[in-house]
């Protein structure tokens, strides 16, 4: 991962231990994920998490508005960026 980071260009940056709030979109993603699918069921097996993760990713990403687009969902907001 970090190899191809550097060929990208891509700076990795850590958070300080301890300080969620610097990197508050991502642990928001997180939050959201674990809510709505890691306690939300009981699984059988890893294909039972990718299938239902899979599922959520695009209910996720086509249905859910999201404050920092507007509003839109990130497919919405992606396709009028095209649009436009």
Not at 13 to 30: H, M, S, T, V, W
Request: hydrophobic share 40%.
């Amino acid at each position: 991962m970090l190899g191809l980071c550097a060929e990208q260009g891509i700076k990795i940056q850590n958070i300080q231990p301890g300080k969620l709030a610097q990197n508050a979109y991502i642990e928001r993603f997180n939050r959201t994920f674990r809510e709505d699918v890691l306690d939300a069921y009981l699984f059988d097996s890893i294909n039972h998490v990718n299938a239902l993760a899979y599922e959520w990713k695009i209910d996720y990403n086509s249905n859910h508005p999201h404050k920092a687009l507007n509003g839109l969902s990130p497919w919405l907001f992606a396709n009028e960026a095209l649009v436009s």
